[in-house]
């Protein structure tokens, strides 16, 4: 099967040659493979299996890789990520992300997380480093929804702006190469974007057909930010606390399927060739080789048709399913009010 032989990397023989594999360009100059592996295990898979996948998709074509501090692998990833570069494989070919955690926000935090971060991952610089979330929360890993912390706080911009500026300096000190948000809304992100000395490169947000944020997406692009869309098959083995009787499943959806049975493929892939051609850059996780396999190889054949990209356009449902709930700072919220529905950050 896959990867080292001796000490020498070797591309699979089915896999896809990594230059064939489009980029993107950040408004830095540097390019961002168009499709990444996600390494959340949704609290159910090991380090060690994610780990593994890290390097059954290096050995497919993958090189982009999207991690966190919170997904507590990235000290197995990081002996995956150094036994690809031992083996040959060029640290500037590889695009490393990594997140600052909700409780690291701040003065203190912030140099300390990313230094963890790439101690762990075996790195000395991230490609990506982004805030994982707008809210300076701290709920336990796995904890319900229902969990409220006695510290929650709001968006408050003030404060943002200072766990940005240590981000910030993350590039000045060259442990990142490009820092960006996540979770993030448009009236966040114009008062970032207002206020930032070096803006986000990338707005890492949830996206699939049913739930495409066509308005947070188009003004990510038209400031020249890269959006990465996360959960981009609708997430099917996220935690049960982000599971509500109103969600809906992309991959069963009639027109998903009805384009999925004419290309003989799984609606799954249909879901990433949108995405891709759309613009954003899917990061689907997988530990199964066919299913990461398959999903860099979609992205290679022939595109989606013009009518097939309309249709998909008309099927989204506004169905976020990471809805947040935890980071709600009140009692009687609703999680609407994370997400500035009204246009306008809601208020303390
Ligand atoms: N910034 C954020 O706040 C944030 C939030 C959520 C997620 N993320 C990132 O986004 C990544 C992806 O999101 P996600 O993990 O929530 O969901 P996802 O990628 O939409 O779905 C992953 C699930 O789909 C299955 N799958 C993958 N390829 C498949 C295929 N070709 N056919 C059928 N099933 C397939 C996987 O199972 P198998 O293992 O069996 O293939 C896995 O259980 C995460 O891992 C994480 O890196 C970021």
């Known amino acids: 099967m896959h990867t080292t032989s001796g000490n020498s990397f070797q591309l699979d023989s089915d896999g896809i040659d990594p230059n064939l594999i489009p980029k993107k360009k950040l408004y830095t100059g540097s390019e961002i493979p168009c499709i990444g592996l996600g390494t959340f295990g949704s609290d159910k898979i090991s380090g060690g299996k994610v780990a593994d996948a890290v390097k059954g998709a290096a050995a497919v074509g993958y090189r982009h890789f999207d991690c966190a501090s919170v997904y507590a692998n990235e000290h197995f990833i990081g002996d995956s990520l150094q036994d690809l570069i031992r083996g040959g494989i060029q640290r500037e070919d590889l695009w490393i992300t990594s997140k600052l955690w909700n409780d690291k926000h701040g003065k203190d935090d912030v140099i300390p997380s990313c230094e963890k971060s790439l101690k762990d991952l075996k790195l000395n610089y991230l490609d990506l480093y982004l805030i994982h979330w707008p809210f300076p929360n701290y709920h336990p890993p796995g904890c319900d929804v229902t969990s409220r912390s006695s510290h929650a706080k709001p968006y408050i911009h003030e404060n943002f702006m200072k766990t ?173 009010d994370l997400w500035d529905v009204d246009g306008k950050i809601t208020p303390p």
């Open 164 to 336: 940005w500026r240590q981000m910030e300096k993350l590039v000045d000190m060259k442990l990142v190469k490009h820092i960006g948000t996540s979770n993030m809304t448009i009236p966040k992100l114009s008062r970032v974007l207002r206020d930032a000395k070096i803006k986000p490169a990338c707005n890492e947000m949830e996206l699939h057909p049913h739930f495409q944020q066509p308005e947070l997406f188009k003004f990510v692009v038209d400031n020249e930010i890269v959006p990465i869309g996360y959960s981009p098959l609708g997430s099917p083995n996220r935690p049960e606390r982000d599971r509500t009787p109103d969600d809906t499943v992309d991959t069963a959806d009639p027109v998903i399927v009805e384009i999925a049975a004419r290309l003989n493929i799984h609606p799954a892939l249909v879901c990433l060739k949108w995405a891709v051609q759309r613009g954003q850059i899917p990061i689907p996780f997988s530990t199964d080789r066919n299913h990461y396999l398959g999903n860099i190889k979609c992205v290679m054949d022939p595109p989606l048709t013009d009518d097939e990209m309309q249709a998909i356009k008309s099927i989204d449902k506004n169905c976020r399913l990471i809805k947040g709930q935890v980071f709600l700072w009140k009692a009687n919220q609703n999680w609407q």
